[in-house]
């Protein structure tokens, strides 16, 4: 049953991306992250007083509780915020596969250099795959806009803007990423190295509340009306209470027991292969073109994964 949460985990985690960049079309970016962000926060709370495991908390030490605090901030309210703002820049397929990858191997190389964890030969020959299929989705995007920037003489000044407007919008979105793969990664060795008082359930309700009050007061300061706004349309404020459940409460959850049933290294794995489940998803339901390129470079970087962390 572990091995299969962590699946559902990873499946999870796919659709709700696909949903935030629907959703992020019409809504701020803070915004969203906010709100789904609450929804989450009140039903791992309902989850926590069900299970009578609200004592971890009081009895938790000042050290634990700021970790828990820290770490839910860096990667809920700065690293959700700003992956869907690379959610619009660079759509699900680039933005889902090469954060998660940095995401899972920052974290494993972060925990050799920080956490003295070991690191094998067969995560070097992983760290490799994980640049190669990385560079694969990067290059080809760049390789296109170079072709047609050598075609400028040919075509309209204003095709000419708008081809430069989208090369610069691929290299925003890309360092977005990047900055956000780091942001999980640093988020989630801090919650390694601080969590030991608690379980991961009276964790994770320290850290989604952290996060969703962080981001709903800044928010309410500068996007108040953005903030109200989805509150008007019943439609629009359900679609995000139900990524809220679906992805920050249910999806969590899944993952906390996968680690409780199947072991962390076994529930990491499974969950690597969540970016070759959102390539269909993107194409189904965002109709976004699944290139041949794109998706060579998704395997080798879940075949580089699958080898950083198997070998840890």
């Given at each position: 049953?572990?091995?299969?949460?962590?699946?559902?985990?990873?499946?999870?985690?796919?659709?709700?991306?696909?949903?935030?960049?629907?959703?992020?079309?019409?809504?701020?970016?803070?915004v969203?992250?906010?709100?789904?962000?609450?929804?989450?926060?009140?039903?791992?709370?309902?989850?926590?007083?069900?299970?009578?495991?609200?004592n971890?908390?009081t009895?938790?030490?000042?050290?634990?509780?700021?970790?828990?605090?820290?770490s839910?901030i860096?990667?809920?309210?700065?690293g959700?915020?700003?992956?869907?703002v690379?959610?619009?820049?660079?759509?699900?397929?680039?933005?889902?596969?090469?954060?998660?990858?940095?995401?899972?191997?920052?974290?494993?190389l972060?925990?050799?250099?920080?956490?003295?964890?070991?690191?094998?030969?067969?995560?070097?020959?992983?760290?490799?795959?994980?640049?190669?299929?990385i560079?694969?989705?990067?290059?080809?995007r760049?390789?296109?806009?170079?072709v047609?920037?050598?075609?400028?003489?040919?075509?309209?000044?204003?095709?000419?803007?708008?081809?430069?407007?989208?090369?610069?919008?691929?290299?925003?979105?890309?360092?977005?990423i990047?900055?956000?793969?780091?942001?999980?990664?640093?988020?989630?060795?801090?919650?390694?190295?601080?969590?030991?008082?608690?379980?991961?359930?009276?964790?994770?309700?320290?850290?989604?509340?952290?996060?969703?009050?962080?981001?709903?007061?800044?928010?309410?300061?500068?996007?108040?009306?953005?903030?109200?706004?989805?509150?008007?349309?019943?439609?629009?404020?359900?679609?995000?209470?139900?990524?809220?459940?679906?992805?920050?409460?249910?999806?969590?959850?899944?993952?906390?027991?996968?680690?409780?049933?199947?072991?962390?290294?076994?529930?990491?794995?499974?969950?690597?292969?969540?970016?070759?489940?959102?390539?269909?998803?993107?194409?189904?339901?965002?109709?976004?073109?699944?290139s041949?390129?794109?998706?060579?470079?998704?395997?080798?970087?879940?075949?580089?994964?699958?080898?950083?962390?198997?070998?840890?």
């Amino acid at each position: 049953m572990g091995e299969a949460a962590a699946l559902l985990s990873a499946f999870t985690w796919s659709g709700t991306s696909v949903a935030m960049a629907t959703i992020a079309l019409r809504t701020p970016p803070v915004v969203l992250s906010a709100l789904r962000l609450g929804v989450g926060s009140i039903i791992l709370f309902v989850v926590l007083f069900a299970g009578g495991q609200f004592n971890e908390l009081t009895a938790a030490s000042a050290s634990s509780i700021w970790a828990m605090v820290g770490s839910g901030i860096v990667a809920y309210a700065l690293g959700d915020t700003l992956y869907i703002v690379a959610l619009n820049l660079l759509g699900v397929q680039r933005a889902f596969t090469v954060s998660m990858t940095l995401f899972i191997s920052l974290t494993v190389l972060g925990g050799v250099v920080l956490l003295d964890e070991p690191f094998g030969g067969w995560q070097m020959v992983g760290t490799v795959l994980v640049a190669a299929g990385i560079a694969t989705i990067v290059r080809t995007r760049a390789a296109a806009a170079t072709v047609r920037s050598t075609a400028e003489v040919e075509v309209p000044a204003e095709r000419s803007l708008l081809q430069r407007l989208r090369r610069d919008r691929l290299i925003r979105g890309y360092a977005v990423i990047a900055v956000v793969g780091v942001l999980w990664a640093t988020a989630t060795l801090w919650l390694a190295s601080g969590r030991e008082e608690l379980g991961s359930l009276a964790a994770a309700s320290l850290r989604t509340p952290a996060g969703a009050i962080g981001l709903l007061g800044f928010a309410l300061a500068t996007r108040p009306r953005a903030l109200a706004a989805p509150f008007a349309d019943f439609r629009h404020i359900g679609a995000i209470a139900a990524v809220g459940v679906a992805g920050t409460a249910f999806g969590s959850l899944a993952y906390v027991y996968a680690i409780g049933e199947a072991g962390a290294a076994r529930a990491t794995i499974l969950s690597s292969v969540s970016p070759l489940m959102a390539l269909p998803l993107s194409v189904i339901f965002l109709r976004e073109q699944l290139s041949r390129s794109t998706l060579t470079g998704t395997v080798i970087c879940v075949a580089g994964i699958l080898l950083v962390v198997s070998g840890s």
